[in-house]
């Protein structure tokens, strides 16, 4: 699975570990050192991935994320050395597909790219989603054209946000609890929290509700995860 990579990192040895690795699975890679190059970057080139540092001169990874989430969907994944849940979320929050946090190790990166490439390309196997359009309500999901609409006008969805959509619309009105999600977008990761399904959900909420405080699409059930509603009105 070749893609076109972009790492933006301003630690130069640790970049060029980064782009050794990355090179040596027969990615196409290229380096920049600030957050401002990261964006000058990424509009010249599109890549597939962005393997993205947090702390950066000019820009920070986050302030980069949220610039890139106002026109792309390119999947992107976070590097940073805060530990911190709250911290991770954040970058969750503002777009980010997946994070790791340092130090790690170069296999764990190179697990987490992969993923994030597979997911970015296709919804998760072993559904029927995989063959046909998934209409639920006003929402549509089209897994082969890797689109969501909203009526008639297109949704820009990150691909863990599709990912998630994807499984959600696979079957309109049955519940899904996070740890099922969890696995449809990450799989089995014992880095990774149930939170960051909060955190998709309300990004997503914010594209697809009419008021994402009151949602009648993406519902919640409490005490058990989310649905979502296969009629525009929020009814099963």
Do not use: W
């Not at 106002?70 to 709250?86: F, G, H, K, N, Q």
């Not at 764990?108 to 998760?124: F, G, K, N, Y």
Request: proline share 6%; glycine share 6%.
């Amino acid at each position: 699975m070749c893609a076109h990579v972009l790492v933006a990192e301003d630690d130069v040895n640790q970049a060029e570990l980064i782009q050794r690795y990355l090179e040596h699975e027969g990615h196409e890679v290229l380096a920049v050192h600030d957050g401002r190059a990261a964006l000058a970057a990424h509009r010249r080139g599109r890549p597939d991935l962005i393997v993205l540092d947090v702390m950066m001169p000019q820009m920070s990874g986050l302030e980069v994320c949220r610039a890139l989430r106002a026109d792309s969907d390119v999947a992107v994944l976070v590097l940073t050395a805060r530990s911190t849940e709250e911290d991770m979320l954040t970058g969750l929050d503002l777009g980010a597909d997946d994070y790791l946090t340092k130090p790690f190790s170069p296999r764990e990166l190179m697990a987490r790219v992969r993923a994030l490439l597979r997911r970015a390309r296709r919804i998760p196997s072993g559904t029927d989603a995989q063959e046909r359009v998934l209409h639920a309500g006003p929402v549509t999901v089209d897994p082969a054209r890797h689109a969501v609409f909203l009526g008639s006008a297109p949704v820009t969805c990150t691909p863990a946000e599709f990912q998630m959509l994807a499984t959600l619309a696979s079957r309109p009105g049955q519940v899904f609890t996070r740890t099922q999600l969890l696995e449809h977008i990450h799989g089995i990761d014992r880095f990774i929290t149930e939170r960051t399904i909060d955190v998709h959900m309300k990004n997503l909420r914010k594209k697809l509700e009419p008021d994402p405080r009151t949602p009648i699409r993406l519902v919640t059930v409490y005490g058990v995860g989310y649905k979502l509603a296969g009629t525009v009105d929020g009814a099963q």
